[in-house]
T-cell receptor, first 118, second 118 residues
């Protein structure tokens, strides 16, 4: 099956600093990648959609200047949380969509990154 | 806009028994996909089963099957012979396939926490 990796799996940073999360599709080309945020015991909340080589489309209420998304290649997308604050602490999940095993449009999810801002 | 409703926040089932998780959705689209995802304690999202709206036959994957009622906009998941490893959060999700050939984002329900007991 299609595999998506995320790095790091867990990061702790100080308030005011920036942190970058990488999302890689390992065995398929992800034409579109999605970034989600998930609070404990809640559903996934879509933050933004990124297409390779294009600017990301952010969901309403998501600060684009705070959550910078780059999708520079068909296998890599990054999410940078700038000037992080404790309220940004959350679980961040990426997913990729592309032709993987003949199943177009199916989202393949990364294992997630737990961000803790102190 | 599409909405997905899961009315059962928590459910419990004994090992080897059968359980059904409910999901209803609302859409004006005609061409769409429905999914059930499992999120175990590891928090990795795992696709359990998918259903194309144009297919009348209910999808099955081993112990997992769906009851897709298109007119009623209902998409329930039946887990047979429940196993301890089925303990997880289950999310119902909806995706539109546009006439241009592109897929929309996934819209998730709020989830049902399933506990399988001995």
């Amino acid at each position: 099956g299609a595999v998506v990796s995320q790095h790091p799996s867990w990061v702790i940073c100080k308030s005011g600093t920036s942190v970058k999360i990488e999302c890689r599709s390992l065995d398929f080309q992800a034409t579109t990648m999605f970034w989600y945020r998930q609070f404990p015991k809640q559903s996934l909340m879509l933050m933004a959609t990124s297409n390779e080589g294009s600017k990301a489309t952010y969901e309403q209420g998501v600060e684009k200047d705070k959550f910078l998304i780059n999708h520079a290649s068909l296998t890599l997308s990054t999410l940078t949380v700038t000037s992080a604050h404790p309220e940004d602490s959350s679980f961040y999940i990426c997913s990729g969509v592309g032709l993987a095993g003949g199943r177009l449009y199916e989202q393949y999810f990364g294992p997630g990154t737990r961000l803790t801002v102190t | 806009a599409q909405t997905v409703t899961q009315s059962q926040p928590e459910m419990s089932v004994q090992e080897a028994e059968t359980v059904t998780l409910s999901c209803t959705y609302d859409t004006s689209e005609n061409n769409y996909y429905l999914f059930w995802y499992k999120q175990p304690p590891s928090r990795q999202m795992i696709l359990v089963i998918r259903q194309e709206a144009y297919k009348q036959q209910n999808a099955t994957e081993n112990r997992f099957s769906v009851n897709f009622q298109k007119a009623a906009k209902s998409f329930s998941l039946k887990i047979s012979d429940s196993q301890l490893g089925d303990t997880a959060m289950y999310f119902c999700a909806f995706m539109t396939l546009y006439s241009t050939g592109t897929a929309s984002k996934l819209t998730f329900g709020t989830g049902t926490r399933l506990q399988v007991t001995l």
